[in-house]
């Protein structure tokens, strides 16, 4: 079983930065491929981003150029860098963990972004 918090959402104003991080327990967290997802009010959960074992990290184009991903397995965290953050960004931010073939079944209980003009 796999536990996973999150941390480091907050205020900021258009064009900031944050870093989210995401703390796993349980589990071989470098066998897991990790992902970012938000939810905004009255929308659905949309992809972010996600990094694989061997680094291989795609993104949503929407975040493409403006937020990084990044691994660490020795201290079992994952991290989403975000830069030249818009109101639009503004959402709950989740992490979530799965192995290959599977989908996401382990996720953490989100970290509040709100982002200001």
């Known amino acids: 079983q796999v536990q996973l918090v999150e941390s480091g959402g907050g205020l900021v104003q258009s064009g900031g930065s944050l870093r989210l991080a995401c703390a796993a327990s349980?589990?071989?967290?470098?066998?897991?491929?990790m992902g970012w997802f938000r939810q905004a009010p009255g929308k659905e959960r949309e992809f972010v981003a996600s990094i694989y074992p061997f680094g291989e990290s795609p993104y949503s184009d929407s975040v493409k150029g403006r937020f990084g991903i990044a691994r660490d397995n020795a201290k079992m965290t994952v991290y989403l860098q975000m830069n030249s953050l818009k109101p639009e960004d503004s959402a709950v931010y989740y992490c979530?963990?799965?192995?290959?073939?599977?989908?996401?079944?382990?996720w953490g209980q989100g970290t509040q972004v709100t982002v200001s003009s």
């Open positions: 349980g589990g071989t967290f470098s066998s897991y491929i």
């Open positions: 979530a963990a799965r192995t290959r073939g599977t989908q996401y079944n382990y």
